[in-house]
């Protein structure tokens, strides 16, 4: 099954680390990669929430050292107050993460399965009703420093739980997936089994549906990508003419990730305001380092690339960055000081998301809108990082 995925998606890979908990899903899970041709080190996280959850430490141990699979832990020690399974997700995905960076691998392995698929998708409707958020498990996925992958999204939990059974894998049910704390166990135990009453392809269904909706997104993408799409902080614009004859709102809500948004003409652009920026007080940055501004990542450097965003000339690398403040005037090319709304080619409820750079309190670049372009200085480059 492993190959089969790998070859569907075309994927060759060097090295990728699994999540394996203990459970039934993750333990099939592994054995099945252990018998395929991929190089993989298993990666696992104790929560330390149960009393016995250093078991599962036991139980992965001995497998990994049976089969001579690396094996890589850690233990959740500080736990929040409030939003338990978030900040528990963000603890493991930082571990893996690291995990993957260490052993120089570019993949994560998960044993998400069909029915944590139809789980996904009850919740979302729920929470949100946002499509995108429905299809939010994808069998490959891009995340900023690897690829997620979800080979088993076609199998039902059972389905796993008779794999280990027939082949004699050992794994241990968390206790807590029996308590109705949560609502993916409130749906799990009481809505998706009378799904099943009537209709036991449910889960199947759930697989056809994340399919349809796949291709869905593929060709709002492949639409999007004939565009000519100018990102903001809190928003995005497209030229007007651009947009005649296709379907505006699909490519807009598809841009937005289903996120309410307002629009306005401004010039000849159609803009989207997905969030109102606030303006950002200027704070000193240093040439070279990243610096974060209105969510976004960026760095100053005398150095262009591919993420290159805009390029200005300054005579030292004194630099301030945040919002541009009300009363600040721009040097144009001919030495004129200008009021910037002579520049702006942003509606003003979007312009405090604009990034603003200051050498000794001179404005000499604003991004989507002004670049000191004084011959004879040190020209610099605005690099966006993600």
Not at 176 to 192: A, G, K, P, Q, S
Not at 286 to 312: C, K, P, W
Not at 370 to 375: D, E, F, L
């Amino acid at each position: 099954m492993i190959e089969d995925f790998l070859q569907k998606h075309g994927l060759k890979i060097a090295k990728a680390v699994v999540a394996v908990s203990g459970g039934p899903d993750s333990m099939a899970l592994l054995d099945m990669l252990r018998q395929s041709t991929l190089p993989i080190v298993v990666a696992h996280v104790d929560h330390n929430l149960r009393a016995d959850s250093a078991k599962e430490s036991e139980l992965l141990t001995k497998y990994c050292q049976r089969f001579a699979i690396p094996l890589f832990e850690t233990k959740w020690e500080s736990h929040p107050d409030h939003g338990l399974e978030a900040s528990a997700r963000d603890f493991r995905y930082r571990f893996f993460a690291d995990v993957i960076e260490k052993q120089g691998a570019s993949y994560l392995i998960t044993a998400h399965h069909g029915d944590d698929l139809l789980e996904n998708i009850l919740i979302k409707l729920i929470r949100s009703g946002n499509p995108y958020e429905m299809n939010s498990l994808a069998e490959v996925q891009q995340r900023s420093s690897y690829t997620l992958l979800r080979p088993l999204l076609t199998k039902k939990k059972a389905e796993l739980v008779a794999y280990c059974q027939d082949h004699q894998i050992a794994y241990l049910e968390d206790s807590t997936n029996f308590e109705d704390e949560t609502l993916r166990n409130r749906l799990r135990h009481n809505v998706i089994p009378l799904l099943k009453q009537e209709n036991p392809k449910v889960v199947e269904h759930a697989y056809h549906f994340h399919e349809k909706l796949d291709l869905f997104e593929d060709g709002i993408a492949d639409l999007v990508k004939r565009l000519t799409v100018e990102h903001y902080n809190g928003g995005f614009a497209i030229a007007k003419k651009d947009l005649i004859g296709l379907p505006q709102k699909l490519i807009f809500d598809y841009l937005a990730n289903g996120n309410n948004y307002q629009t306005k003409e401004f010039q000849d652009k159609l803009f989207a305001f997905v969030k109102i920026p606030k303006a950002v007080s200027p704070f000193k940055v240093e040439l070279d380092q990243a610096f974060i501004f209105q969510n976004g990542h960026y760095m100053i450097t005398r150095t262009a690339s591919e993420e290159v965003i805009g390029q200005f000339y300054a005579n030292s690398d004194d630099f301030e960055v945040g919002s541009l403040l009300a009363g600040k005037r721009l040097l144009s090319k001919s030495g004129q000081h200008i009021l910037p709304k002579k520049k702006f080619q942003v509606p003003k409820a979007l312009r405090p998301g604009c990034l603003t750079v200051y050498e000794h309190e001179q404005v000499v670049f604003v991004e989507n809108c002004y670049a000191n372009q004084q011959k004879g200085k040190e020209l610099f480059y605005i690099i966006r990082l993600r």
